[in-house]
């Protein structure tokens, strides 16, 4: 099992960056692929990006390619969120997920997921 906590959100203007961290507890950490997703208000949620045990492999969302990276530091149980090139579209409660295999992830079936981080961006 592996407790996740976001941290990182915050207010932003349109253009601007931030970056986002999903610690998590356990040694098992680098053994879960681990994903981003965002909700906001009246929506459904929304797949981000994931990113494999190992950190080789990555995908994302089309609405955040090019502008978002994932990365993780499994020595310090941290995957982020880099966030680039913010548009008010972006804002939303974002969430990390852990799971099993990388499908799951991007299914949105993880196991384990955080709390969340609110992102508001302003035009």
């Known amino acids: 099992q592996v407790l996740l906590i976001e941290s990182g959100g915050g207010l932003v203007q349109a253009g601007g960056s931030l970056r986002l961290s999903c610690e998590g507890s356990?040694?098992?950490?680098?053994?879960?692929?681990m994903g981003w997703f965002r909700q906001a208000p009246g929506k459904d949620r929304e797949f981000v990006g994931v990113?494999?045990?190992?950190?080789?492999?990555?995908s994302y969302s089309d609405s955040v390619k090019g502008r978002f990276t994932i990365s993780r530091d499994n020595t310090k149980n941290t995957m982020y969120l880099q966030m680039n090139g913010l548009n008010p579209e972006d804002s939303a409660v974002y969430y990390c997920?852990?799971?099993?295999?990388?499908?799951?992830?991007?299914?949105?079936?993880?196991?384990?997921w955080g709390r969340g981080t609110q992102v508001t961006v302003s035009s």
């Open positions: 990113i494999s045990l190992t950190g080789a492999r990555t």
């Open positions: 356990g040694r098992t950490f680098s053994s879960y692929d």
């Open positions: 997920a852990a799971g099993p295999t990388y499908d799951t992830v991007v299914g949105g079936s993880a196991p384990y």
